[in-house]
């Protein structure tokens, strides 16, 4: 066959009977297999168990693995499938609706791409996403987010809570950036939480 050919091996051909590999050389393509399945599953650096993302009981640590997956995820989805911003908006991350859908898609490749998983999970996969993007653009359109600019999701006041402050709309320069400030904080808030947290059970116990 012309041209480049997939899954070369670097090293050089060992004697030995025809069709039989070295360790070495099963060692690197049992190695390439793996990344590229990670690559087509849309992994990202998460590795860890399939399991569903309850977003508000992270830990910092926690939470930092998480970020980084799904960031990977979203860039992956985003050029795959060529989504506009009024379905994934640069600053997805400062909506947690957004996030919560996401993370949810993410998690949901992972299972039906998972080795051993049915035939039939993919197609499962891209009908669910079918309805996910109509829920993302509904988001999106009510959050005001968009290519160029950003503001927090509008909330809506009930009956005797305070007036909710009006969202100031910024200019987004520097999406790598931003994304990289949000989870700083984010990891931040986290840690000082649970700091709290500790302490009042030490109060509590009169520690």
Do not use: N
């Amino acid at each position: 066959m012309d041209g480049e050919v997939p899954w070369q091996f670097d090293s050089e051909p060992v004697d030995g009977p025809a069709g039989a590999f070295s360790d070495g050389q099963l060692a690197v393509f049992e190695s390439e297999l793996t990344d590229g399945l990670d690559h087509l599953r849309g992994l990202g650096d998460w590795d860890g168990p399939v399991e569903p993302v309850e977003w508000r009981t992270l830990t910092a640590d926690q939470a930092e693995a998480r970020w980084r997956a799904l960031d990977e995820f979203v860039t992956w989805l985003r050029t795959t499938y060529g989504l506009p911003p009024t379905v994934v908006p640069p600053l997805w991350h400062r909506h947690p609706e957004l996030v919560e859908e996401l993370s949810a898609l993410h998690t949901h490749r992972l299972a039906c791409y998972e080795l051993g998983s049915s035939g039939s999970g993919p197609l499962a996969w891209h009908a669910d996403f079918a309805d996910a993007r109509e829920r993302l653009r509904e988001w999106v359109a009510t959050s005001g987010t968009r290519l160029d600019r950003d503001r927090p999701t509008r909330a809506t006041s009930w009956p005797g809570e305070p007036a909710v402050a009006p969202a100031e709309e910024k200019s987004i320069t520097d999406r790598q950036a931003d994304f990289a400030a949000f989870v700083a904080a984010d990891l931040d808030s986290r840690r000082i939480t649970r700091a709290g947290a500790a302490h009042t059970g030490e109060k509590r116990r009169g520690v």
